[in-house]
């Protein structure tokens, strides 16, 4: 269910000027108006130590200024921008044809992913670093290894002198790549007139490939494709999600138990699969490519049937139960994919978990990141998580749970925007979207995207969210958004 309400404003004309305004914007790295490369006078580039290297890219059209003058040649690097300098640097290399109807570097990728490069699909380059750089760069040498290795190939190759010594630690694998050091690498590897090439294919027999993680891959090999996680959730099949949300546009969720990935779940356009099914894939032919769907699961004496919705599908396929999540609302295309290990599966003999308060908070968490990403999707401004919010909604989980009543305006008659007021939320636009019965966040948030005004109060203008979740009751577990903008 779901319920909006919108107060009176007087910010809408502040609005429309703020919108106009940021039409204004310019591109952070290309700009309309390049410095001139000929004699290249950048202005806060006089005494930076990486002087001579800027002008020569600048001159070799590896890398453009900005409009005003400047490089900022401390500015970050996102990883797109890094593999367009590289795929610059290397004219001969000849890229995939530009797709005008995909984003501006889509053939940089598919470029990379022939060559078999260890690309993270990072655009914002929230999680890119000169360590992931640095495996790149070993890829592009035929090298397939992990962070530390990569750094230590560099160091050997004289690609790298490292920021405070000659050494693993002193490399600075951590630190964000600035665009005067993206450039000294690139010229290194000129200098030594090394060519880029592809690396050794990872072999795998798994159909489905995330964030290049499968199932069955240690630990050791997420840490070192992904780095450390933002944080560790309780699942309810007793394994730790390891969450990956820093950049909510490459959001992605690796179960991981026993030192190995039993688990894969991702709302982006970050995994791929043998057959060529991808996010944002038609769904029409997915009897064709894996058989006919799976109708339910035996938990215990009881047959978890599985949803009749044509918007969730689960297949066996590799040992594994595949869920796949259409977006009813986008010509039902491919909106999410979930892996989970057949072991892991079949050994939870009932689809709730036992409740916890770690559990509980996991779900909230989850289904607060979850908005985020299919906001992320769609170019929209990520949620501010509200605590206060977050109290209301999760007394009215509990409410409806403990009174096994299920609406938005509970037994006293109180509405959402009642109990808002209660607890002291003074707010001009609010709403809600409850929700009973979910196994777990990932499929309370795939049906909220599949009910038109649950949807649009995800994707809507309110600025905060908070999330209450309580298990009990006719239904077995409540679910409560509560959304607001002071």
């Given amino acids: 269910m779901t319920i909006i309400e919108n107060k009176p404003t007087g910010f809408r004309v502040l609005k429309v000027i703020m919108a106009f305004l ?9 700009t309309s108006q390049p410095a001139e490369a000929e004699g290249v006078t950048f202005i806060d580039i006089q005494k930076h130590w990486a002087r001579d290297t800027i002008r020569w890219a600048a001159q070799n059209g590896i890398v453009q200024g900005y409009g005003d003058g400047m490089f900022r040649p401390n500015g970050n690097v996102t990883e797109p921008e890094f593999l367009s300098m590289l795929f610059k640097a290397y004219p001969d290399i000849k890229l995939p044809a530009v797709n005008t109807k995909a984003p501006w570097y889509d053939n940089l990728y598919q470029a990379a992913n022939e060559y078999n490069w260890p690309v993270m699909l990072d655009f914002k380059g929230t999680q890119f670093n000169r360590g992931q750089v640095a495996r790149i760069l070993a890829a592009s040498q035929g090298k397939v290894l992990d962070v530390n290795s990569s750094v230590q190939f560099l160091l050997d190759n004289k690609l790298a002198s490292g920021k405070t010594s000659n050494t693993i630690s002193g490399f ?3 630190d964000k790549l600035t665009r005067a050091e993206a450039l000294v690498f690139i010229k290194r590897a000129l200098n030594q007139n090394l060519t880029l090439g592809k690396a050794a294919a990872v072999k795998t027999n798994k159909e489905f490939t995330v964030r290049g993680l499968t199932i069955g891959n240690t630990e050791q090999t997420v840490l070192a494709q992904l780095g450390q996680p933002a944080r560790k959730d309780v699942s309810e099949y007793g394994f730790t999600w390891y969450i990956y949300n820093k950049d909510y546009a490459n959001y992605v969720q690796v179960g991981v138990q026993n030192g190995k990935v039993v688990a894969l779940y991702s709302t982006s356009d970050n995994w791929s699969s043998k057959k060529g099914l991808r996010q944002g894939s038609e769904s029409s032919g997915l009897n064709s490519l894996y058989g006919k769907p799976l109708n339910g699961l035996l938990k215990g004496n009881v047959l978890n049937l599985f949803a009749k919705s044509n918007t969730e599908y689960v297949f066996e396929i590799d040992n594994a ?8 609302h986008n010509n039902n295309r491919v909106m999410a994919v979930y892996i989970v290990d057949k072991a892991v599966e079949d050994a939870a003999k009932q689809i709730y978990g036992t409740p916890s308060q770690a559990l509980r908070q996991s779900y909230e968490r989850q289904v607060f990141d979850l908005a985020n990403a299919a906001r992320a ?6 949620f501010v998580w509200d605590d206060l919010i977050a109290g209301t909604a999760r007394k009215h989980s509990k409410d409806m749970a403990v009174n096994r009543y299920f609406d938005h305006n509970n037994l006293r008659g109180e509405s959402p925007f009642d109990r808002m007021e209660a607890d002291g939320i003074a707010f001009r636009m609010a709403a809600e979207n409850i929700a009973a019965g979910q196994r777990n966040a990932i499929f309370v948030h795939a049906g909220w995207m599949n009910s038109l005004g649950h949807r649009k109060n995800v994707l809507g203008d309110t600025k905060r969210l908070g999330v209450g979740v309580e298990f009990g009751g006719e239904m077995k577990i409540y679910y409560t958004q509560n959304f607001y903008t002071k």
């Fill in 172 to 174: 600075g694998a951590d």
């Fill in 22 to 30: 940021l039409v204004l914007g310019v591109s952070p790295l290309f």
């Fill in 377 to 382: 999707n769609f170019g929209k401004p990520a």
């Fill in 321 to 328: 139960y595949t869920t796949i999540f259409l977006d009813k």
